[in-house]
């Protein structure tokens, strides 16, 4: 299975367009967390950073986010379901409606299966629980499998 | 006027009657009349005459009958009667004076049963002044007149009677004119006096009342008229047809007072017919349905006063607002002094206070009784909301434990298990750690792990967030992959109220515990569709059936909640034959 990841020249002129198979990880690139836990999203920063992600942003709210994917455009937002003005489907619905090209990777306290129809037609690349956030966690769900 | 000297005098005005209208047909009446006017008279003896006699005789009898009328069947017999007497004194020529001395008292007769009716006497001074004016004209000035006449001048026949006279004509003709001016003076302040009381009547009285009115003042313009024509020279046929027409109209005065008892009647036999259906059909709303159909208004409403909440409820027991729309208007009801119930209903039926005064005495009992009956209503309606909203209250409660839980310590966990994560990987990275600090890095982040794992739980026990998120079909889908044997689902993708959806949920998850535990069997199956406004759960299993009735404590209590929010928890368990669990929760 092939996945093309990271656009032409985003993240500097090293990283030219690459295919990359699914067994192989995706490499880091930037990356808004989107979470209304500060804590939360301090911990996810710390780890994610120490993968080689480069955290350009993080929001606490489904509009903030919306305002900063526009305008960061990262390759990949981490964005939890339960916000508190919407929930995260509605914000992914919004972002594909403004025609994004980040990667929306859904995570959530909660189980998959606790949104397992929504998840199955939301224009998200994945859904990754809370607890099982990593880097090579969230690589191998961006290459195309679910972790 | 004694009943057995009215019923007599009754009598006697009926066979006058039936005598006299036997004589003019075979004898001719009068028999001074030529041919031609004969055949105009035939006219007036059968269509008038008969009629005119029969009917005030009819009249009379019956409104004697009718207890509170007996004043107006009195002077109804009394018409009759005299206006017989005339026609008997052509047969018994003695009686002639004494016929026309008396037989102009129809008018005053007339004039006080239409001042009279129906409330017996006559109140206004006025009215008995114009009344007292009447009498005195006809038994006074009347009599006088007849002394002075010639009884030659009207009837030429050999005439034997007992009357003092002293024929002098020109003193008859001055008493005849005065007599004439007085009678339409008399009859004219009668009828200004009868359109007054018309006038000030209203409503359904005015309507009860219009016939007699109507007949009473035409009658009373027709006998002024005719007296009127006395003073114009008329042909004889003339004369009979004009005679004719005053008869008939006078025949209005009996058919109008019959149409008025026949009203009087029916709103007696509605009073009859409530104790009947007050007995029929008890309870607040057969009260209510009894009082309705009683008055004749369907948008009459009761409220029953609660004396323990001071306040006035329906006959469901709701609080019911006992102050009138516009056009109705308020009838209280009390017992004993203390208030009972207040009657809301259209404001004509103010106008017909006896028809309700009646209703409301036969019905009082029947009231105390549903009003008992709405408190006990309105208790139950109480506990039941009181029930509905502790349950609701419950879930609510446990909704918001599930969010707190969620968005709280489970978040700090999960921030802690990625730092512990974190901390366990930098150990690994780092060459000559201490294999013990790896050991126990890894051991707090299996521990952190479990601690989400059974707050999830926790949480999932509280409230499903899949329920929430995805609603019932979805939740029981989780449920069913959890559960030890197959349970193929077929529950509707629609949303329901979130309570529904809850007590749902808990009573399928319940019922598949105990399928699990107890039931042995190999298979389940779960459904749940709307059915109008309800949601039908059902759980059933091929197990071995004979659970008991009530199921264990947890179905108890499900039965409980499901009760509270007005549904219904049914098992079916023949031993042998599987478990039905089957609960109907509506959704309103």
């Known amino acids: 299975m092939v996945a093309r990841v990271f656009p032409l020249g985003r993240s500097g002129a090293a990283e030219q367009t690459e295919t990359v198979i699914a067994t192989l990880q995706a490499r880091p690139g930037t990356l808004v967390v989107v979470d209304d836990h500060a804590r939360f999203r301090e911990a996810v920063g710390e780890r994610l950073a120490a993968a080689g992600w480069r955290i350009v942003g993080e929001a606490a709210t489904g509009a903030a986010a919306i305002d900063l994917v526009a305008r960061l455009a990262p390759d990949v937002v981490l964005l939890d379901v339960v916000l508190p003005d919407m929930d995260g489907f509605a914000v992914a619905d919004r972002l594909a409606a403004a025609g994004s090209a980040s990667a929306v990777v859904l995570t959530s306290g909660h189980e998959r299966g606790d949104f397992a129809g929504r998840l199955q037609s939301a224009p998200v690349r994945g859904f990754l629980p809370k607890e099982m956030i990593s880097g090579p966690a969230l690589a191998t769900l961006l290459a195309g499998d679910q972790p | ?588």
């Open chain 2, 1 to 588: 006027m004694p009943r057995w000297a009215a019923i007599a005098a009754i009598a006697g005005a009926g066979v006058f009657a039936a005598v006299d209208a036997v004589l003019e047909h075979s004898v001719g009446y009068p028999w001074y009349l030529s041919i031609p006017d004969a055949l105009v008279g035939f006219a007036y003896i059968t269509g008038g005459v008969v009629a005119f006699r029969a009917a005030y005789a009819t009249a009379g009898v019956v409104a004697f009958r009718a207890r509170r009328l007996d004043r107006t069947g009195t002077l109804m017999t009394a018409i009759g009667v005299i206006t017989n007497l005339d026609s008997v004194a052509l047969y018994v020529h003695a009686l002639l004076p004494y016929a026309a001395w008396v037989g102009n008292l129809t008018v005053p007769l007339l004039a006080q049963l239409l001042l009279s009716y129906p409330s017996r006497v006559v109140r206004s001074r006025l009215e008995r002044a114009v009344l007292a004016a009447a009498y005195l004209q006809v038994l006074v000035v009347n009599g006088a007149r007849e002394v002075f006449v010639n009884l030659h001048h009207y009837y030429p026949c050999p005439c034997v009677h007992s009357f003092p006279t002293v024929h002098d004509p020109a003193v008859f003709r001055a008493l005849e004119t005065e007599s004439r001016i007085a009678y339409v003076v008399i009859g004219g302040a009668v009828l200004a006096l009868v359109f007054r009381r018309w006038q000030r009547s209203s409503g359904p009285a005015r309507r009860a009342l219009n016939p007699l009115w109507f007949a009473g003042l035409a009658t009373i313009t027709a006998l002024i008229l005719d007296d009127v024509a006395g003073f114009v020279r008329l042909t004889t046929v003339q004369n009979n047809v004009e005679s004719a027409v005053v008869s008939v109209i006078q025949l209005s005065v009996p058919v109008a007072l019959l149409i008025g008892l026949v009203r009087i009647r029916q709103s007696r036999s509605a009073v009859a017919d409530l104790v009947l259906a007050l007995d029929r059909t008890p309870g607040p709303a057969g009260v209510r349905q009894a009082l309705a159909s009683a008055l004749g208004d369907p948008s009459l409403t009761v409220c029953y006063w609660e004396p323990e909440n001071q306040s006035f409820v329906g006959a469901d027991g709701r609080p019911a607002d006992p102050r009138p729309p516009p056009g109705g208007a308020a009838t209280e009801v009390t017992t004993d002094g203390a208030p009972l119930a207040v009657l809301v209903h259209d404001s004509e039926l103010l106008d017909q206070r006896p028809l309700l005064d009646a209703v409301v005495a036969a019905a009082r009992l029947a009231l105390e009784n549903a009003r008992l009956q709405a408190a006990l209503a309105a208790q139950l309606e109480e506990v039941r909301a009181s029930r509905a909203r502790i349950v609701q209250a419950g879930l609510a409660q446990r909704r918001k434990v599930e969010r707190d839980l969620h968005d709280g310590a489970q978040q700090r966990l999960l921030a802690l298990s990625l730092t512990i994560a974190m901390i366990s990987d930098k150990l690994a990275a780092s060459p000559g750690t201490d294999p013990d600090l790896t050991r126990l890095a890894d051991t707090a982040c299996g521990e952190i792990s479990a601690a989400i794992g059974e707050l999830r739980e926790l949480g999932r026990g509280l409230h499903p967030a899949v329920l929430t998120n995805e609603g019932l079909a979805a939740a029981v889908e989780t449920l069913a992959a959890l559960a030890p044997l197959p349970v193929t689902t077929r529950i509707s993708p629609a949303r329901y109220p979130p309570t529904v959806e809850a007590t749902a949920y808990f009573v399928i998850s319940e019922a598949l515990a105990n399928v699990a535990r107890h039931a042995r069997a190999s298979k389940a199956e779960v459904t749940a569709c709307g059915d109008g406004d309800r949601l039908i759960v059902e759980v059933r299993d091929d197990g071995i059936g004979g659970a008991p009735a009530r199921g264990g404590s947890g179905l108890t209590g499900l039965a409980d909640r499901v009760a509270a929010l007005g549904g219904r928890l049914t098992i079916t368990s023949p031993p042998g034959g599987g478990t039905t669990i089957r609960a109907g929760l509506p959704c309103a």
